[in-house]
């Protein structure tokens, strides 16, 4: 979790493949704009060095230059002038054409006006999507196109990752009153977890159980002391099958989301403070051997730069060839990596530049995804 800052609104591009998600729609749309993203020009930003980072070639700057101005003769409100261009001005905006995913963006939202959304968790076993509101303190189920309040949690507990053990029971990370929970498929508390080998968990994040019943589960760490200053505090924890809690890692910069390879040999970990992903191989159900650094991730960012620093992998999930789909919060995009560490596939958000969390459709063909600035719920095609 992080503080809730945002600025960037991704708005469109054709890639049509019908989706028909149910739910609730946009209010307001959006401007339409020439295919690409909006963004805030910052200190030092050139219009060679935004092509060469965002479209991979400097040559592309006139391809900025003509997407801005095209919006501009539609209306959007502080765009560059084409006076100037050749020096940017802090604060104003510019449209870099990056492919995006639809020219109507509510067609995606499948739920919206929620406070800081978390964890989509599709159910095999209730055929049902499960997602939190980690500032509502709310944990919500959607089956067959109705939305149902699953638990309503009490104050402060802060809801965040969520997993389901082979008996239908939900486990959920508490981030702000640093818990572990249990929970019967009633919505019952069945057990709670506050403190590891080392002490009291400080704000437990995401989690996935394995084949044996065991959950890995990340502990981030203090926001003001270990995200602001870097710290290397965030750890990773075991609890077995027979309720102990072990002490895998204590020296992550902010232990984010966390999943497994689909033959359960590799544990994935995102470092988000660090802006890259760690991987660790699993000797035993617990036991794991040396950490690498998986993939370290660009840091285009779409926010205010004077969050910037906060652009990093958040919540993750995997298909069943073992690619990851990473929430790449404050960049707009879920990435898609492969099972060789390479990003294979960048999928723009067609709203908000902050994805916290996603998980596979069913059929495997769109990604649920929970979006903070703008406190959505998105189903987007993939393939």
């Not at 560059?80 to 905006?93: D, I, P, W, Y």
């Not at 002391?225 to 750890?235: F, L, N």
């Not at 910037?308 to 992998?313: A, F, R, S």
């Amino acid at each position: 979790m992080r503080t809730m800052t945002f600025l960037a609104m991704l708005l469109w591009l054709g890639f049509y493949c019908m989706v028909s998600p149910v739910g609730l729609l946009a209010q307001d749309q959006p401007p339409l704009v020439p295919d690409g993203v909006v963004y805030v020009i910052k200190s030092g930003d050139t219009l060679g060095g935004l092509a060469s980072l965002w479209l991979n070639s400097a040559d592309k700057a006139e391809d900025i230059k003509k997407a801005t101005l095209a919006a501009a003769k539609l209306g959007l409100e502080g765009l560059a002038q084409e006076s100037t261009f050749e020096a940017l001005v802090e604060g104003q905006k510019l449209i870099l054409p990056v492919p995006l995913t639809e020219k109507d963006p509510s067609k995606f939202i499948i739920d919206q006006k929620l406070n800081f959304p978390e964890a989509p968790f599709w159910s095999t076993k209730d055929e049902a999507l499960y997602y939190v509101e980690w500032g509502g303190d709310k944990i919500w189920k959607l089956k067959n196109g109705q939305k149902s309040l699953f638990l309503a949690n009490p104050e402060g507990d802060g809801p965040c990752g969520i997993d389901q053990d082979k008996d239908g029971n939900l486990w959920v990370a508490l981030y702000t009153s640093g818990h572990l929970a249990l929970y019967a498929p009633d919505g019952t508390e069945l057990k709670r977890y506050r403190e590891g080998p080392n002490g009291p968990f400080v704000g437990p994040n995401d989690l996935v159980i394995d084949s044996d019943g065991g959950v890995y589960f990340t502990d981030s760490g203090n926001f003001e002391e270990d995200w602001t200053s870097g710290r290397e505090a965030g750890k990773l924890y075991y609890l077995n099958s027979q309720g102990q809690i072990l002490l895998l890692d204590d020296s992550i910069s902010y232990a984010n989301g966390v999943t497994l390879s689909p033959d359960g040999k590799t544990l994935y970990l995102n470092e988000h403070r660090k802006n890259q992903i760690l991987s660790y191989p699993v000797l035993a159900p617990g036991q794991i051997g040396e950490r690498q650094v998986f993939i370290k991730l660009d840091s285009n960012c779409l926010a205010v730069a004077e969050v910037c620093y906060e652009v990093g992998p958040d919540g993750m999930t995997r298909d069943a060839d073992g690619n990851l789909w990473v929430a790449h919060y404050h960049s707009g995009a879920m990435l898609k990596i492969s099972p060789q560490g390479q990003v294979t596939q960048k999928l723009f958000l067609p709203l908000g530049d902050t994805p916290t969390n996603a998980a596979l459709s069913p059929n495997g063909q769109a990604l649920y995804v929970s979006e903070a600035s703008q406190g959505l719920l998105l189903l987007i095609p993939i393939k």
